[in-house]
């Protein structure tokens, strides 16, 4: 692309040497027993995401005249707080236009990184049109969270680390909300080489480069429902289009208790906490939705700042997709010592009750009869096939 130059990225390197963290991969983990599987994990930079590299890189190369007359930006997550960041630390005015809706405590980390906020009545779009106007009217430069070619080029250093400490990596794995992140890394990797393959994701909520990609042109979506929020993007910018189109290989989705099951996955065996975004790589490796068997693959997990106040949610929705948090509908006589016969089956079988509901006047059920809700603890899958089978074999209905 005319707009975008490897030399470009080379030169964000130099820029964020000091500024960004590097992390270096971690692994090779058990998230994929079939693949050798990395984690790149920037949900460890400052600001706990990705997006301080291009904010800054972008930040860094204005003129002296647009740095006096400051940046403006507009988002209700990662973007806001590594524009803010990066502004601050060259000494430059920045405002942030948020939705009235946005979670208190990404306000109150865009302030304490020293920007101005601007909250705006409504919800992102209203945020956007709020920040095009006030640009206008003050000069501000505006800093796009994705189709920019310098915050593109910022965010493409991730590729070029990937590559310098793996050589011989065979894939990388990518969020995808507007497109920045991968057209940054997809543009770095494939140049320094061609033969790696990097594979982008999205949420099944929120397609819309996948659906772009698939229909070869871009498409806007109507409305985006995703745990996922940091890539609950409506439509890819334009010259985050052409990048993919030219230099990813494949774009998939993944649904919401997919996430959340690598969100719990991350948390568990490598101590990270991930995003929704952050953790899409991981969950399209886990879920085997890439050609990933027998192959050295790198998972960039892009960020971390989930709201505590969610994570609960998302880690029971977890446990329940991998099988670790299991209800069972049972159908029984309603006699004596059914109960005590179920627990005696379920402790048997290696399951840890949780609670029971007690249902007698269900309409499934017979006039003499009830139906017990059993939830319980579960090592897998396999051991909730193998509890039902023995619950079956032991003369007990099971319903659900």
């Not at 409504?122 to 009217?137: P, T």
């Not at 920045?180 to 890394?185: D, K, T």
């Not at 659906?211 to 890819?236: C, F, M, Y």
């Not at 991998?322 to 109960?339: H, M």
């Amino acid at each position: 692309m005319a707009e975008l130059d490897i030399a470009d990225v080379f030169n964000a390197a130099k820029v964020l040497k000091d500024v960004a963290r590097h992390p270096r991969l971690i692994g090779p983990t058990k998230i994929n027993p079939e693949a050798q599987v990395y984690l790149k994990p920037e949900n460890l930079q400052h600001t706990g995401a990705f997006k301080l590299r291009g904010a800054y890189y972008k930040i860094s190369q204005l003129t002296p005249e647009e740095k006096a007359k400051g940046v403006i930006a507009c988002s209700a997550g990662n973007h806001a707080q590594g524009v803010a960041l990066s502004a601050t630390a060259n000494g430059i005015k920045s405002l942030i236009c948020l939705p009235a809706g946005a979670p208190i405590s990404k306000v109150e980390a865009t302030k304490a990184l020293g920007a101005e906020v601007c909250m705006v009545p409504g919800v992102y779009d209203d945020a956007y049109a709020k920040a095009v106007e006030l640009q206008k009217e003050h000069g501000y430069t505006f800093v796009h969270p994705f189709n920019d070619p310098l915050v593109i080029a910022g965010q493409g250093t991730i590729g070029l680390e990937i590559v310098e400490e793996m050589p011989d990596v065979d894939a990388v794995v990518v969020p995808i909300g507007g497109g920045g992140l991968i057209a940054g890394v997809a543009y770095a990797v494939k140049t320094l080489n061609p033969n790696v393959k990097v594979y982008g994701v999205q949420a099944e909520g929120a397609p819309s480069m996948a659906k772009s990609l698939k229909d070869k042109e871009r498409v806007h979506l109507d409305s985006v429902n995703t745990i996922a929020d940091g890539i609950a993007v409506k439509e890819p910018g334009d010259l985050t289009y052409e990048l993919c189109k030219e230099y990813v290989d494949e774009v998939v989705t993944v649904n919401d208790d997919e996430i959340a099951a690598a969100i719990l996955k991350l948390i568990e065996q490598q101590k990270l906490v991930a995003e929704g975004a952050g953790a899409v790589s991981v969950a399209a490796v886990m879920f085997n939705k890439l050609p990933v068997k027998g192959k050295k693959v790198v998972c960039v997990v892009s960020g971390g700042n989930i709201d505590v106040t969610s994570l609960n949610r998302v880690i029971t929705r977890g446990l329940v997709k991998s099988g670790r948090d299991c209800t069972i509908g049972i159908n029984l006589s309603d006699k004596p010592g059914q109960l005590s016969k179920v627990c005696s089956v379920l402790g048997d079988l290696g399951a840890n009750i949780i609670s029971v509901q007690h249902e007698r006047n269900s309409t499934n059920t017979q006039i003499n009869g009830c139906t017990l809700r059993v939830e319980m603890e579960t090592r897998n899958n396999d051991h909730i096939k193998e509890i039902k089978k023995g619950l079956t074999s032991a003369g007990f209905e099971v319903v659900s």
